[in-house]
Structure formats: C-alpha cells, structure tokens
C-alpha cells in the first residue's frame, strides 16, 4: 500500500503545480517560462522524496479501499449537480465562469483584447484567477469546448477527492462520515432567515438563504462548489495540507503554487500558515535549525517564482488593490454591531461552544474564532467578496475540528456533545439542501420548457467591459508583467 501512497501524493502535486505550470508556459516569455518551470520540477523532484508531506493512513484494508472508491462516485454525483460541465442546471455565477472558461479557450495566450473606451480604441489584459480552468482549457483548445467542460467537472472530482483523503489521513480514519457531513455542512441560516423576515422557512424551498444578513455571507461547502468552485477547491486542499506540514521547508511554495487559484482564500490561509511555522519552530526547539528549515530552496525559489509572477499578474488590475477595513457604508448602519455578533453566534459561535470542551487546548480554535470575526468587517475590492471567501480556510478548519470532536465524544459516550452536534448539523443541512433543491427543481422545469438546463455565457465584452468587468480586466499600459514577462 505504500505504493498508493505514492500516487496519491503524485496525483496531489500535479493537481496543485500543473495549472501555473501551464500558466506560466502559456503566458510568460520563454526566456522566463522554460527556466522557471524547470526550477519548479526539480524543486518537485527534492518534494518526492520526502515522506512526511502527507502522513500515510494506518491501514487501508479491503473495507477502507471499498471506502476510498464509494467516496468517488459520491463526489462525482455532487459534482454533477453544481452545474460544473453544464450537465444541469447552472447558478447565476456561472454565467461568469462559463465566459472565463471560453474566453480561455477561444482565444491566445495571453488574452488581450481591445474596446472602445471613450471613442479610443484601448486594449485590456484579461486578468482573474484562472488557476483551476488552466488544464481544462488546454483540453478544450486541443479537443473542443464540449471536452473542456467535461474535464471541468472531472479535474473537480479528482479535487475534491484528493481532499477527502487528505481529510482522512489528518483523521487517521477511513470513513464515508467526514464526506457526508462535509457535504452538508453550514452554519444555521434558516434560523437566521427566520429572526430577519419573520417567515417560515421550508425545508424542500430552492432558495438561496445565506443573504439573509445583509453584506455577510460563510458559504456553506456546498454552496461554495455550487456557485464558486474554481476557488473553493483548491483552497480546501490547501488550507488542510497546510495544517499537516510537520515541516516548514514547503509551506511558502505551497502558498505561492496556490495563487493563481484563490487570491482572497489565500489570504485566509495565511493566519494558519503562520501558526503552522510557529508550532513547528517550537516543536524543532533549536532557533537556529527553525529559521533554516523556513528558508529552504523550495521556499525561496518556488514559492517566489510561482508567487510574485503571480502577484504581478494579478496587479495588472487594480481592483483588487482597493482595501477597506470597517467600510464607511456598512458602520453607517445601525445595529451593525448586533447584525455581526448575531451573524457571527449562527455561523460559527454555536459550533465554537459545542466543541469547546474538547478543543479547548487547540490554538487552531481561537485563530478560527478571532479570523472568521474580522471577515465581515473588511472590504476588499468593491464588493463583499472578502467576507464570503477569505473564511474558506477558517470553515475548513471549524469543519475539521467538528470532526475531531465527534469522534472524541463518541470515543468517550459523551452523549450531550454527540446529541448537540447532531442537532446544529442538522439544521445548518437545510441551506445545502436548499442549494440541491434549486439544481433539481430549476433543471427539471428547464427541460419540461424546451430550454438548455445550463446557463448560458456572457460575451467577452459583457465580461470585460461590464458592470463587473473591473473584476476581468487589467490596462496593459504601466503594467510590469505586460510589458516585462507577458508573451
């Protein structure tokens, strides 16, 4: 079985270095691009001899392979209701991530493309996050869109499995649990909808209930694959991989391969980077072998080659640059204060309290609390994307912890924690419910009507040009990586 191991850590490092690696082929002058990505593979090379990145699971038994292999056609059926390939019905987000993934595919790399701003005719980089469509859109340049959609939903399922293991190998258990309950995670929305409109909330509705506190929003697991999965899954990946380094050697390489996903997640992980580092300086107890294990070849080459090309792609667009804390427009508003302290109580606190008993000597559960608070009361850009997926690694975190506890309770009979966690569970299960509720309910009534069940694409100019276009675009004039590094 060692191995499987093996192949699953191959499976696991091609899946997070292939999408910069083609990213920096594709996009970046071959005087940089070759000797960048022949760095990289070295520095993978060195990577796959040491066992320690990933912990092996104890055992894998017939039952637990049974296990690993049933867990695959559950994620694939999950998949497959979220719209991603455009098999079924698609949220509205995806209206903008269809047009990525075409935009992508349809056109040269780098993407420029020009518009009239102003009677002048002005060419715009085309800048986002594109990391997860990267080898799915070099399978739709060489066999066809239809293809690269049907790899999307594919390259989401190998993800999302490669987390599940992940999930129990820091466990140290095989289990379907870990997957069902990770699939039906979310903080108590329903609760929260019905203290804000005062109206019943059916269980079997489609509606979309995480809106229910204006301006905050902790997307459920669910919903995050639903409506954002191009971040979500590889920020889930590396929020764990992250907290299992028994080494600070990779960590900075890590955080700089995950860029090119997951700007705002990115910036999640970093709280937990940091006590990562920390706990294992203090565990290596020598100062001076702590700061050498910190800057390695690995973190210094491949963390800021893969990091700062990314960064200076993405500085292409200033949107991003644009940071608020505690903006003007939501401390104007009275009762913020309560809106947060209950926002934060439904989402987090009532799991917080429920595992504290035993968590209560984890640092992991205070960075959590104290992170996951101040989401809501930064801006970053000009919308509340911040709150809704910088928290990606701290849910992730909480969901982990949530875990541990029920098989330390259940380990111990603890009957009140076990009946307590079942119950929060339960409820915070409507809002996924809800999020495959729409998917059926809105493909079944699209396919009685005669219409494609997916949703369709914004044009390239609808994208780039368009209410949200400062999102996608970047102006190339003054850029360093336009003028420097792009093809």
Not at 178 to 202: E, H, K, N, Q, R
Not at 306 to 333: D, R, W
Not at 381 to 407: N, Q, S
Not at 442 to 447: E, G, L, P, V
């Amino acid at each position: 079985m060692k191995n499987f191991s093996k192949s699953i850590f191959a499976l696991l490092v091609i899946y997070m270095v292939l999408p910069i690696t083609i990213f920096i082929l594709g996009w970046i002058k071959l005087w940089f691009s070759i000797p960048a990505v022949i760095i990289i593979a070295y520095l993978l090379f060195r990577m796959s001899k040491d066992k320690t990145i990933i912990p092996e699971l104890p055992s894998f038994s017939k039952k637990e392979i049974e296990t690993l292999i049933l867990a695959i056609l559950i994620i694939a059926l999950w998949v497959y209701f979220s719209g991603i390939g455009k098999f079924v019905f698609q949220n509205d987000d995806h209206l903008y991530r269809n047009a990525v993934f075409e935009m992508l595919v349809n056109n040269k790399w780098p993407v420029i493309k020009n518009f009239n701003v102003d009677g002048v005719n002005t060419p715009f980089m085309f800048v986002y996050y594109i990391g997860f469509w990267m080898p799915a859109a070099l399978i739709g340049k060489i066999f066809g869109i239809t293809a690269g959609y049907c790899f999307q939903a594919i390259w989401a399922v190998i993800g999302i499995w490669l987390f599940y293991y992940l999930c129990c190998s820091y466990l140290k258990k095989v289990s379907l649990l870990p997957l069902i309950i990770f699939i039906f995670f979310s903080g108590l929305d329903v609760i929260g909808t019905a203290i804000m409109t005062g109206a019943p909330v059916s269980i079997f509705a489609g509606d979309h209930l995480e809106w229910w506190e204006s301006g905050m929003q902790f997307s459920s697991f669910t919903t995050q694959l639903f409506w954002v999965f191009n971040q979500a899954i590889p920020a889930w990946i590396l929020t764990i991989l992250v907290l299992m380094q028994k080494k600070n050697r990779y960590i900075v390489f890590l955080l700089g391969v995950s860029l090119i996903f997951c700007p705002l997640p990115f910036i999640g992980i970093i709280p937990f980077a940091i006590y990562v580092i920390m706990r294992n300086a203090w565990q290596t107890k020598v100062l001076k072998a702590a700061i050498t294990d910190l800057f390695t070849v690995e973190n210094i080459l491949g963390g800021g080659i893969c990091g700062i090309i990314t960064y200076l792609y993405f500085k292409t667009n200033s949107s991003g640059q644009h940071i608020v804390f505690l903006p003007a427009e939501i401390m104007g508003k009275r009762g913020f204060l309560f809106s947060v302290v209950l926002f934060i109580f439904l989402e987090i606190g009532v799991y917080i309290i429920a595992i504290y008993k035993y968590e209560k000597k984890n640092p992991l559960l205070y960075i959590t609390f104290l992170f996951l608070f101040t989401c809501p009361l930064i801006q970053v850009g000009y919308g509340g994307d911040y709150c809704m997926r910088a928290c990606i690694p701290g849910e992730i975190v909480l969901f982990l912890l949530v875990m541990k506890t029920i098989y330390k309770a259940r380990k111990s009979k603890d009957v009140l924690i076990v009946t307590a966690l079942i119950i929060l569970l339960t409820i915070g299960a409507i809002t996924p419910i809800h999020e495959i509720n729409r998917t059926i309910q809105n493909t079944r009534a699209n396919y009685n009507n005669n219409v494609p069940v997916y949703a369709g694409t914004y044009t390239e100019k609808e994208l780039m040009m368009g209410n949200l276009g400062t999102n996608f675009r970047g102006k190339i004039n003054n850029s360093f990586f336009a003028k420097y590094l792009a093809k």
